[in-house]
């Protein structure tokens, strides 16, 4: 049999108050590999997960919703990966902070969020959709950026 040693490191960076690492985009290495309709496929695994998490309430309640805000999420990752600027097109600039001002992002639930995105991540890894150093500065980006999203206090 062969096992081959991964060298991903999906270690969630703790968070403390006031500390917000610096945050560097994904390799445009990571949408080249897994396309569009692999990011797209992605974010739709991600928001299905959220939908049954913890943190669900802080989401669209119905699924044909919350499928649609998975999508829009889809053009923002896209977008930051180096592809079509897609969220620019459709929403605006993102100004992630004021657009997550609303919601009461906790400690905790970064850690619901983030762990969904671990979820949805596997098929890329189980079939190698993308290299790990790509898969890598994708997550590398979600975990510090979540840290940036997080306004409110456990
Ligand atoms: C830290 C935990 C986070 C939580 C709990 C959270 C939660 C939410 C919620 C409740 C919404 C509104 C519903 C929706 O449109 O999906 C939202 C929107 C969005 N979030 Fe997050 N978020 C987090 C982190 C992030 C991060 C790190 C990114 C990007 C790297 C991100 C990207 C987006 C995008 C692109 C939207 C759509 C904005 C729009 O349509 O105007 N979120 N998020």
């Not at 939908?51 to 119905?62: R, V």
């Not at 919703?65 to 930051?80: H, L, R, W, Y």
């Not at 979820?119 to 898969?135: C, F, G, R, T, Y």
């Amino acid at each position: 049999m062969n096992f081959s040693a991964s060298s991903l490191n999906f270690t969630i960076l703790p968070y403390q108050e006031g500390i917000t690492p610096p945050v560097t985009k994904p390799n445009p290495g990571f949408l080249t590999d897994i396309g569009e309709e692999g990011m797209r496929e992605l974010l739709n695994r991600f928001y299905t997960c959220l939908f049954e998490s913890p943190i669900k309430g802080l989401f669209p309640q119905e699924i044909d919703v919350m499928k649609d805000a998975g999508q829009t999420s889809a053009d923002f990752f896209i977008q930051i990966c180096g592809g079509t600027p897609y969220f620019n097109q459709n929403r605006g600039a993102p100004q992630m902070g004021r657009r997550h001002a609303p919601f009461a992002i906790t400690p905790d639930a970064r850690l619901h969020w983030i762990i969904c995105f671990e979820e949805a991540l596997q098929p890329i890894i189980n079939d190698k959709q993308s290299s790990e150093e790509n898969i890598q500065s994708f997550w590398d980006y979600i975990n510090v950026f979540s840290i940036w999203m997080i306004n409110a206090r456990a």
